[in-house]
């Protein structure tokens, strides 16, 4: 075990004690992941080793890092408040403290009361309505109905429990429409949005829902029978899924292409207990997609329409370019021209096929410095990419939007950005027109799907890193100042070798591709 997750499992167990000894307290937090699923959120309360069986990914502790970034952020919109640290007693006293002397703003002040408990963002004292303004900060481009208005809603409810009048309800998000130029504009960064109507209305409902939550979650006795994700799409189940739900295979139903977005259809196999798909009834009515997918897995049979993928690619020309980028997206713009979220492209892999059977030529780049990578990307680029010849990519519309985003920062380079754009295919067009299907895909065309079933002596198995939410976050260890020399030349040996292998692999997908229609 890590020495990250050994401490992660010590306060966890420590977290455990604690509410073994203590009456159950109900989080803001734990409302919200109740609402989702209420069995996932008991095993987080009562049974953690279950709930944080499997270690954060880099994404979801990137989203935690962003989370903390913006707040950070915002608060500098509020320079003469006060700060409360902590959850426990003496955060909760010095909340009473700073409420009765009328203290103007207050950043995360702690309330209690009944069982219930949240730390409020921003706290505004209003002494003309002699009220409290709430404003909660969110890391994101807009406003999620099902999660930022309960949370306001749950906050709201307690702080008049705590006998607090609240005036207006804000939820501050990022602002998509703001472009850095310059010092980075803090006010023109957030957009704020006066929900006080819309969460007043959640009031009564949000109410019960808190009272139904506590109630649920005080037991001890773990609730019987499967969770509510049993009738969610695979994407949308929780943390625990596979230990309320044992009789459901690790692939499913669930696993159906688009099933999640026909509640119906999924209702209709799960009310039936038709978990494996194999018992998808040959009557049920599925999309072509979904049909082709469940034979494939039912029959063991590959779907290989041979015409359709002549038909791809004999838009082909050599020379065959093979690119792979790697992206950053920054919720707080680092550089000029960026907007929150907008990709930062730091690194490219690139193959050359100058004609068929001619040896692979292999060129890479990697931007290591605080700096906007755009301008060096594109020269790099265009020192390698010829004016004649196909560009293969794996999604097309995501590096097309790169380009284009890079052109408006370089203008120089707009001619160049839309004449590859015009030149690139994009090979997993193959799988999403269906023109091969293969049950070990499982419904998705993802490149780390289809590249082990064509081309299986490349894998990801053994890189340091695996996966592109570990090659964005690798990007922002490279450029900081944590890593020593020593170990910033092993990441960067690692980031090149993921996007190597991402290239290749479409360089032998198309070799297998093409010895199928010979």
């Not at 095993?43 to 935690?64: C, N, R």
């Not at 509020?78 to 103007?104: F, H, N, S, W």
């Not at 027109?433 to 993802?446: E, I, L």
Request: glycine share 4%; proline share 4%; charged share 25%.
């Amino acid at each position: 075990m890590s020495s990250y997750s050994s401490t992660y499992y010590l306060l966890l167990t420590t977290y455990y004690l604690i509410l073994t000894t203590t009456p159950m307290t109900l989080s803001k937090t734990d409302y919200i992941l109740f609402r989702e699923c209420p069995k996932n959120t008991w095993y987080k309360i009562h049974q953690p080793d279950i709930y944080y069986k499997a270690e954060l990914s880099e994404f979801e502790k990137h989203i935690i890092e962003t989370g903390n970034e913006v707040e950070l952020v915002a608060r500098q919109l509020y320079p003469d408040a006060v700060l409360v640290e902590g959850r426990d007693e003496g955060a909760q006293k010095l909340t009473r403290e700073l409420i009765a002397k009328k203290q103007k703003v207050i950043f995360q002040p702690v309330f209690l009361k009944d069982g219930f408990l949240a730390a409020v963002d921003v706290l505004e004292y209003n002494p003309a309505t002699k009220s409290h303004d709430i404003t909660e900060i969110k890391a994101s481009n807009e406003a999620d109905k099902k999660r930022h208005y309960y949370d306001l809603a749950f906050q709201v409810n307690l702080l008049k429990r705590c006998g607090l009048k609240i005036g207006k309800i804000n939820l501050m998000h990022l602002n998509p429409e703001y472009t850095r130029f310059g010092k980075l504009d803090i006010k023109q960064l957030f957009a704020i949005d006066d929900v006080t109507l819309e969460i007043s209305e959640l009031g009564e409902e949000v109410a019960l829902e808190m009272e139904q939550a506590l109630k649920y979650l005080s037991s001890d006795t773990e609730p019987p029978g499967s969770c509510s994700c049993l009738y969610k799409g695979r994407s949308n189940h929780c943390t625990t899924f596979h230990h309320s739900n044992p009789t459901v295979p690790k692939y499913s139903v669930h696993d159906i292409s688009r099933i999640g977005l026909s509640k119906k259809k999924l209702a209709e196999l799960m009310d039936g207990s038709h978990f494996d798909i194999k018992e998808v009834p040959e009557e049920m009515e599925l999309s072509e997609g979904q049909r082709n997918q469940v034979n494939a897995y039912i029959f063991n049979n590959i779907l290989m329409d041979k015409g359709g993928i002549r038909e791809e690619l004999k838009t082909l020309v050599y020379p065959i370019y093979f690119i792979d980028y790697e992206t950053f997206p920054s919720a707080v713009p680092m550089f000029d021209g960026f907007s929150p979220y907008q990709q930062i492209p730091f690194q490219y892999s690139l193959f050359v096929l100058e004609s068929a059977g001619s040896a692979l030529k292999h060129f890479e780049f990697l931007h290591d410095k605080v700096s906007d990578p755009s301008k060096d990307f594109v020269e790099s680029m265009q020192k390698q990419i010829g004016k004649v010849g196909s560009l293969i990519v794996w999604s097309k519309k995501f590096e097309c939007t790169i380009n284009k985003q890079i052109a408006e920062r370089v203008p120089e380079a707009a001619g160049f950005i839309e004449d590859i754009n015009n030149r690139t295919y994009d090979l997993m067009d193959v799988f999403t027109k269906q023109h091969y299907v293969h049950k070990d895909f499982k419904g998705s065309t993802s490149i780390k799907k289809v590249l082990p079933v064509l081309a299986p002596e490349l894998s990801y198995k053994e890189l340091a890193i695996q996966e592109g939410g570990t090659a964005a976050s690798s990007w922002m260890k490279l450029i900081g100042n944590d890593l020593s020399a020593v170990e910033k030349t092993q990441l960067r040996k690692d980031m090149l070798a993921y996007c190597k292998l991402d290239t290749l692999a479409m360089v032998r997908i198309l070799e297998e591709l093409e010895k199928m229609i010979k």
